[in-house]
């Protein structure tokens, strides 16, 4: 009996079809990203930033409330705010030597000064202001008789705190007002240098400043006038 030979027999290499060469996987490189199966690249849409209108909104309301709170303040200090020092105590007792005040500019843009009025005003660019109170108006005649101020010639009892005014100066004789000059002077009449001295004499619109309201310096004259 012969030997089984259980032994498979080597395939013969002749016999052997060649080997099918290998495709090389394709590679597809986007956004950094390696494809090796070949298929399609993945497509991530970029999302747009979208401002938050809301967000948007509200930051132009602040920018519009911050530039108009600007121009309020600026308005409140060319109109209400501007600074003068009195030189003097011509004006006693209602305002002292040194005390710094408040001149109200745009009242005089809403109305013309009043009998009694003080104001601050500049008859020279390069002067100083001085601050004095109102007795005689446009048009009217200012006259110091016997140390009594009359007006057109009546005696002035308003609005006026001088009395008793030794030197008339130029007001000795009648001085008739044009149509926009104010007749002057100071509550310490023996102190002040107003529109009686022919140096100065009546004040025009145009050189008056503004209006006197409130006293800044610490002191007991601090409030308003």
Not at 11 to 22: I, L
Not at 43 to 69: D, G
Not at 215 to 222: A, H, I, L, T, Y
Request: glycine share 8%; charged share 25%.
């Amino acid at each position: 009996m012969q030997d089984l030979d259980f032994r498979r027999k080597r395939k013969n290499s002749n016999n052997r079809k060649p080997a099918r060469p290998r495709r090389p996987r394709r590679r597809t490189m986007r956004g950094g990203l390696h494809f090796e199966n070949g298929k399609a690249p993945l497509h991530f849409a970029q999302e747009k930033f979208r401002p938050n209108r809301a967000w948007t909104k509200s930051v132009v309301i602040w920018a519009v409330e911050l530039l108009l709170v600007c121009l309020l303040a600026v308005f409140l200090v060319a109109a209400f705010g501007q600074r003068v020092s009195t030189a003097g105590d011509s004006m006693a007792p209602a305002l002292r030597n040194g005390d710094v005040l408040l001149i109200n500019r745009a009242v005089y843009h809403l109305k013309s000064p009043a009998r009694g009025d003080i104001v601050a005003f500049r008859q020279e660019e390069n002067g100083h202001f001085s601050v004095k109170r109102i007795v005689g108006l446009p048009g009217e005649t200012v006259q110091i008789s016997d140390g009594r101020i009359l007006i057109d010639g009546k005696e002035l009892t308003g609005d006026i705190y001088a009395s008793d005014i030794e030197y008339a100066g130029a007001a000795e004789q009648p001085v008739k007002l044009g149509d926009d000059e104010y007749f002057v002077i100071g509550d310490n009449h023996t102190a002040s240098d107003d529109s009686r001295l022919p140096s100065i004499g009546a004040v025009s619109r145009d050189e008056i400043y503004g209006e006197a309201w409130f006293v800044v310096s610490p002191g007991n004259d601090f409030g308003f006038i």
